[in-house]
């Protein structure tokens, strides 16, 4: 079982409201993902890091935006929460290694009314 | 176009039956290819992983193997249990990458009856 975590698993809110996702891990990994997955759809990244003071934006253009000022975590931001953001995010790290695998965490369930 | 496409799209058998999963790519350079088994509310977890040079590749139950000139892939699962009812994922990395991105399929659901 990997130690990465993500809370709240599950999130209802109302429109125009600022939201954090949480994203720790205890691995001491260097590199950490967020991923965008809708019901059926592959998973979009959206934003990484290689490390401390490090963030990218992904494939998938996002409105959310991320910092990283520690090495175990990892918090993803919606400034202002719209219908078109309710998906599932997915929090990822992976030691910085050639082939090493990634982590998932359990994922959090957004839901924007 | 998705570079990493699965079939069947979903999936029905009986516990205790086995079955395969398909997975075809186009990423170049290729790197490895993984098998994520995703469990419904769940972040996927790593089942195998295969490099160029490996044809085949066993975890338990579950046997992946890869044709690295024909970009395709398969998973085998035998004896399948209620357990084993999961989205399964192929997810292929390409070499050139130090991010260590990583392309995804959209998975098979399988679905296990008792």
């Known amino acids: 079982e990997a130690d990465i975590y993500q809370t709240p698993r599950y999130l209802v809110i109302g429109t125009g409201k600022k939201i954090t996702l949480e994203c720790s891990q205890t691995?001491?990994?260097?590199?950490m993902y967020w991923y965008q997955q809708d019901p059926g759809m592959e998973l979009h990244l959206i934003h990484y890091?290689?490390?401390?003071?490090?963030?990218e934006k992904g494939d998938l253009s996002s409105e959310s935006t991320v910092s990283r000022i520690r090495t175990e975590h990892f918090p993803l931001t919606l400034e202002s929460a719209r219908p078109s953001h309710t998906s599932q995010y997915l929090c990822?790290?992976?030691?910085?290694?050639?082939?090493?695998?990634?982590?998932f965490g359990p994922g959090t369930r957004l839901l924007v009314l | 176009k998705n570079q990493v496409e699965q079939s069947p799209q979903s999936l029905i058998i009986l516990e205790g039956k086995n079955c395969t999963l398909q997975?075809?790519?186009?990423?170049?350079?290729?790197?490895?290819l993984r098998w994520y088994k995703q469990d419904t509310g769940r972040g996927p977890v790593s089942l195998t992983i295969?490099?160029?040079?490996?044809n085949t590749k066993s975890n338990g139950r579950y046997t992946a193997t890869l044709d690295a000139d024909t970009k395709q892939s398969s998973l085998h699962i035998t004896a399948s249990q209620l357990s084993d009812s999961a989205s399964y994922i192929c997810?292929?990395?390409?070499?050139?990458?130090?991010?260590?991105?990583?392309?995804f399929g959209r998975g098979t659901q399988l679905t296990v009856w008792p």
């Open positions: 890091s290689y490390g401390v003071n490090s963030t």
């Open positions: 997810v292929v990395s390409d070499r050139g990458s130090t991010l260590g991105r990583l392309y």
């Open positions: 997975c075809n790519y186009t990423v170049s350079p290729f790197s490895n």
């Open positions: 295969m490099t160029f040079s490996e």
């Open positions: 691995m001491g990994h260097d590199k």
């Open positions: 990822a790290s992976r030691a910085d290694r050639v082939q090493e695998t990634q982590y």
